[in-house]
């Protein structure tokens, strides 16, 4: 399989945690919001049959022309990946490294991440690992010289690597100054700021060869990175700039166990996948509003970034996608809107374990 990855090259974004609150930001951007961010561009620029040309219509779903992998973090030449949730099993070979420790990592290096990827667990790998950013990222030792060079506030020393900051989320405090009473009220928003030569990056697996296709998704992008991504905006979060990056070349799932780079919905005939032996998972409950017409979304529950699931008879594509607006009857008398609200969960699936 091959990824076309691209970088997203920002300061601070705020990307919305579940909740009614603003103070907390994820680090990352989730896969299937990346899809409906395109989607948006895609059908402000070309309209919704555009959109019904890649992803059919809500009656008959399809597989998009391409796969997207969720947003993760990038420092200097070094990309991070998601842990595989199968490799928190086992126990630390190393002293100072104790089961709960494997719990808090969320994000591992290339290099960890294909030793991962081939059945070792983190308990392996431990004792040739570097743990950055209160032990929850982890780095080949070889891999260290790959990540950005940081120096201490006076900027005369050099930073050891355990040392050294590549993103922060942090809490900014913002005033909302009431019209008739003239009165204010302090509220903070989260944010996700990133340091020099550092941000997100994320996978492109095409399922066509389509020149235009390909052409209009480049141009969606640079659109997308001129709108902003994530919330905030007005307030100056989510400008960006993304740009092409290098090819990954990973393994095909084949008809063997697989882990997802994405978020992933299964279809009715892929929950055998769930039930294997080898099966890691966690899930999470969407909801959420749409464009600020005081409508909820549907709720729906999807699997993690990470997953690792047991073999289908099926080729990729994998998951499915859902339209998530409300119906006639649940938002009382408000108009529901005529065109479906997707939310996407295909699979970018990776093959787990065996000498793949």
């Known amino acids: 399989m091959q990824l076309q990855t ?35 561009r895609l059908a402000a620029l070309r309209g919704g049959e555009a959109v019904e040309a890649w992803v059919g219509t809500a009656e008959a779903p399809k597989a998009p022309p391409f796969l997207l992998t969720s947003t993760f973090p990038y420092a200097g030449a070094v990309r991070f990946f998601p842990v595989p949730l199968a490799a928190l099993r086992g126990e630390p070979k190393e002293a100072n490294v104790r089961p709960k420790d494997l719990k808090k990592v969320r994000f591992v290096s290339e290099g960890v991440y294909r030793r991962l990827r081939k059945g070792e667990t983190l308990a392996d790998v431990s004792g040739d690992a570097i743990r950055l950013h209160g032990k929850s990222v ?36 913002r005033v ?51 709108a902003g991504l994530g919330a905030e905006r007005t307030s100056g979060y989510g400008q960006a700039k993304i740009k092409k990056d290098a090819l990954l070349e990973l393994p095909d799932p084949g008809d063997g166990a697989w882990t997802t780079l994405s978020r992933y919905l299964p279809a009715e005939d892929e929950v055998a996948a769930l039930q294997a032996p080898e099966a890691a998972y966690q899930v999470t409950r969407l909801g959420g509003w749409m464009d600020g017409r005081g409508l909820r979304r549907r709720a729906v529950t999807l699997l993690a970034e990470g997953a690792v699931l047991g073999p289908l008879d099926k080729p990729a594509p994998r998951g499915s996608a859902v339209d998530i607006k409300p119906q006639p009857g649940e938002v009382g008398d408000f108009p529901v809107p005529e065109h479906p609200v997707w939310r996407l969960g295909w699979a970018v699936a990776v093959g787990y374990g065996g000498d793949q």
């Open 176 to 226: 909302a100054v009431g019209r008739a009473p003239n009165n204010s009220n302090l509220f903070h928003v989260g944010a996700v700021r990133f340091a020099d030569k550092c941000g997100l990056w994320f996978g492109v697996q095409w399922l066509t060869t389509d020149a235009d296709t390909q052409a209009l998704f480049a141009a969606l992008l640079e659109d997308l990175g001129d």
């Open 138 to 173: 982890w780095v080949l030792k070889d891999e260290k010289d790959g990540l950005p060079v940081q120096t201490d506030e006076r900027g005369k020393k050099v930073l050891p690597v355990e040392e050294r900051h590549f993103w922060a989320v942090e809490k900014r405090p």
């Open 6 to 40: 691209w970088k997203i090259q920002g300061r601070a974004f705020h990307f919305g945690e579940h909740g009614i609150g603003q103070e907390g930001s994820r680090l990352t951007w989730p896969s299937d919001s990346l899809y409906a961010a395109v989607l948006a």
